[in-house]
């Protein structure tokens, strides 16, 4: 999406449980600042006001909800009052009406159990139908309309995403952890792998002090000869991974690469992964956890594997 020097603002309408709160929550994600339920009235007042200063992305675009629910909602007022606004050269205002299929919100408020806000004490279908015929002008008139009748909450944040990311790169945060299996586990990783079937420069009295940032053990560990294709497979594995994470709306990626102690053979292999990934556009975050642990020959040789202090 292209965003103007102008303030950015997105009105986000339509009807009750076809996935604003889901909308919402996704351009929230991305970098937008968003409000629900916030009222029409005061949208020039919150437009004046300065971003917070604990923000660190300047004064970020604006994402505004309402339905039935909004105080003083009546279409045609609410609809005069955005014209006004969008006169004003100083914002781009564009709406999005999300629309959904009756049976299909039936079906929802039912495995919600929640009552529609319209039909309190009538079936969910009239509330439906009189919400429809409210929001009818709004649909006629929004710049971009999504119905969400076939799709996924999934399906609604990847098209949330396609349509108003704020930037042409990922947006999904890539992290690198190496470590040591003999250390422990790290938390929340979502792709391990396990690189102590490649030789392992500590049991070579001149390397056994360097690390895997040193260009001796890098040479070293890249003659073992499963080294090549070993790491074409991994980068294979990843780079088809991670746009399906992109698409699919996961914000955070863990890539775990373990070695016995890790401070050799997995950050060797985190940095030439990461190289590879930044490369391809991406813009990965690399942890050596266990780098500044000091070297313990009982470790290393009881957590090798196959125990044979040769690899």
Known sequence: MNVSNSKHVLLITGLS??????????????????VDNFPIRLVEGLLNTPPSSSRGDGDPPLALGFDSRTRGFEPDKLINRIKKLQANKNYHISTLYLDCGGGELERRYGETRRRHPLALDRPAKDGIALER??????????????????????????????????????????????????????????????????????????????TGLDEP???????????????????????FLLPKYIKAGKAYVNIGIGCTGGRHRSVHVAEVLSK???????????????????PMEALETMQDLNGNKGI
Do not use: C
């Open 17 to 34: 449980g076809a996935g604003k709160t889901t909308a919402l929550k996704t351009l929230e994600d991305i970098g937008w600042e968003t």
């Open 133 to 210: 015929s409210q929001f009818e002008p709004f649909r006629r008139w929004a710049d971009h309309v999504i119905d969400t009748s076939s799709l996924s909450a999934s399906d609604l944040q990847g098209q949330i995403r396609e349509e108003f990311s704020l930037q042409d790169t990922d947006i999904t945060t890539v992290t690198i952890t190496s470590f040591g299996f003999s250390r422990g586990l790290p938390n929340n990783i979502d792709l391990l792998f396990d690189v102590r079937f490649l030789s392992n420069p500590f049991w070579d009295a001149n390397l056994k002090l360097l």
């Open 217 to 239: 053990v890098a040479e070293y560990i890249s003659k073992d000869p499963a080294y090549a294709e070993a790491l074409q497979k991994f980068d294979d594995m990843i780079s």
């Open 276 to 294: 590879s990934l930044h490369d391809q556009g991406f813009s990965p975050t690399v942890l050596h956890r266990n780098l500044a642990s000091r």
